[in-house]
């Protein structure tokens, strides 16, 4: 049983192009978060629900939209993508303790 | 805004021998954690530190909260090639829902 799970893995699509993440976390928190780790492996926080309230939302494009249809999701749909949207993204859930990130879905423009 | 600085950024170390990264941060953190991201992986917690001055042992890993509440350090004593990867501090002030990582240290052991 996989606590955190994201989807796709691996993501490889053309510049412009539309794309969406799912993630699913199956451990009852009511926090789901989303980060961008670039090529420097730097973790830069996007976006926050709390049972489905939007809570964090960083300096992102707005080619970026997340969207928790209920406390256990948190997916992530990515509009017109751009060389510079490349990277690993990661999907984590929280209780009042650590973090539990998915597996990470790379996503590749080309 | 709140900002985490962690050093080194790389660190190659002869098995056996001792590592150990800091952390510092530009606030007074609520609580600090650690992580620990193996190659083509993802972070995976590892410990959360809330008093100040605070200790805590994991095995061959030490970990240390500063009396500000401002720094932490990771130690980890006679590495070990399981111990490569990427350690990540990661600091919470003011708001619970907001944390900052810091750049990550990366761990190569020679064996």
């Known amino acids: ?110 | 805004g709140q900002q985490v600085m962690q050093i080194p950024q790389y660190q190659h170390v002869q098995e056996g021998e001792d590592f150990t990264t800091y952390c510092n941060s530009s606030t007074t953190l609520s609580n600090i954690q650690w992580y620990k991201q193996r190659p083509g992986g993802h972070p995976v917690f590892l410990i959360q530190l809330v008093k100040s001055g605070e200790v805590k042992k994991q095995k061959r890993l030490t970990f240390q909260f500063g009396e500000a509440k401002k720094n932490s350090s990771l130690h980890i004593t006679a590495t070990q090639t399981t111990d490569v990867g990427t350690y990540f501090c990661a600091g919470h002030s003011g708001g619970y829902q907001k944390v900052t990582f810091g750049i990550g240290t990366k761990l190569q052991v020679i064996p």
């Open chain 1, 1 to 110: 049983d996989t606590a955190v799970s994201q989807t796709p893995k691996y993501l490889v699509t053309q510049m412009g192009n539309d794309k969406s993440i799912k993630c699913e976390q199956n451990l009852g928190h009511d926090t789901m978060y989303w980060y961008k780790q670039d090529s420097k492996k730097f973790l830069k926080i996007m976006f926050s629900y709390n049972n489905k309230e939007l809570i964090i939302n960083e300096t992102v494009p707005n080619r970026f939209s997340p969207k928790s249809p209920d406390k256990a999701h948190l997916n992530l749909h990515i509009n017109s993508l751009e060389l510079g949207d490349s990277a690993v993204y990661f999907c984590a859930s929280r209780s009042g303790y650590g973090y539990t990130f998915g597996s990470g879905t790379r996503l590749t423009v080309v």
